[in-house]
């Protein structure tokens, strides 16, 4: 073959192969043309969900939504066309009638007679479309640039920011429960490897397990955190009033503190109240606790877990301590009332008495080797109990309130009584624990 006849080939095989293009795009033009009505509803839905940054299946779920239309059309047709034949027809007729009298008003009247058909079909088309765009920018399959995907993300992205704002905007889009047990947190922006839904809802029960809130200083998260807490409560109070679980006992730990502590405390308390608690109670400010009122051998080792006490070398003292508040907590007379009961324990005189029963010569032999050690460990137990004050001395038992809201780090303040006074009945509860960091 000569160079000259091999040039004719390549260019006779590139002109046939953009001739195939050429016609391709003719008869999507023509098919798009003729089947206009549903071309127009794929053009607005594909522009809506351009401009929205919809998900493709925001315009599926459109498309469901409008079958009914579809099939109220086709039992009217149904009614009316008593042949088979004329029944599959009728669309046709119709469609006819646009070509015969392509004014504006005709157009307008064969829209609305098809758009039953027209409406579903054109919104399926559309999502399909929409899909694939986004697929095809996303894996850099389209695009002019290599930065194509990261633009076209950065706009969507910015594009679903307005649309999520103005969701949450209208009134009455995210209340504070919506049905089935699940808490509304706001107007989706985009969902990941999860259901598209406008509202982000979260089912009550899935706030009582692990959960973590992430965002920039300012987003939003601690206004989250008090709806999911007031949604649980009421959730799970609705739920144990049914007699399906028991009532409810939410503790928030604010390990934050600040300026804005108590704010933040008055405002779950309004929240709290609102949402049908009966007390809710602000610690150290309006409540106290009291430690001493737990099994001795969970005192013993909550205790250990308060004071620091160090790894490698110091793991022989933290052995010491451990040993020490485990025989002052479990002694036979029985476990410390208060913080003064507990540090007056902490003596070798007092542990020696009490242990020195004839029955415990062990214990004895462990109070002699440790006697060296038990003036520090009182040391640090009383630097520990001086700082907490006397919000864990009770009187004050969990089972007081309904929701514990807990201010730590925070200046200890005055100690009076809130809420209506009126105690709940005591029982077991089903709790939820928040921790409230950010
Ligand atoms: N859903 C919301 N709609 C409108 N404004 C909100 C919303 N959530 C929070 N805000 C406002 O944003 C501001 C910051 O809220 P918030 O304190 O909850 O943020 P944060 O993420 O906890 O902040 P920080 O990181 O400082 O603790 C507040 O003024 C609050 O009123
Ligand atoms: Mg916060």
Known sequence: MSVLSWVRLTVCLWLLRKAVKVVKWLLIFAVAVAAWPVTVVACAGYAAALLCGWPSVRLRRAAAGALPMTAVWVLLEARRQHQWRAFALAPVRDWQGSWGQPTGPGMARTFLLLAPLAVPAGLVLAAGLWAWWNYAVTSGIRGWLASAPV????????????TAKGRIAAPGAVPLMASGGRIPAGGTIRSIGHRWRPVFAVPYPACTRHMVVV????????NLMMRLWAGWFTAAADAAAAGRGRPPLLIVLDCKGGGDARVKAGRTWRLLHGAGARRVAIWPD???????DLPPADLAVLLFQMIESGDGAAAYYADIMQAVLTLAVTAPCGPPARAADFLARLDSRW????????????????????ARHLPDIQLRFATLLGRLGQALDGPG???DADAWYFILGAPRGAVHSCGDGRAPPPGRRSGLVKLEAA
Do not use: Y
């Not at 633009?151 to 307005?162: G, I």
């Open 286 to 292: 309006e409540a106290r606790l009291s430690l001493w």
């Open 215 to 222: 965002g920039a200083t300012g987003s939003g998260k601690t």
């Open 151 to 162: 633009t076209f993300d950065a706009r969507q992205w910015r594009r679903q920011v307005r």
């Open 397 to 399: 038992n969990l089972r």
């Open 351 to 370: 542990l020696a008495s009490a242990w020195d029963d004839g029955l415990h010569p062990g214990e004895v032999q462990r109070i002699r080797g440790a």
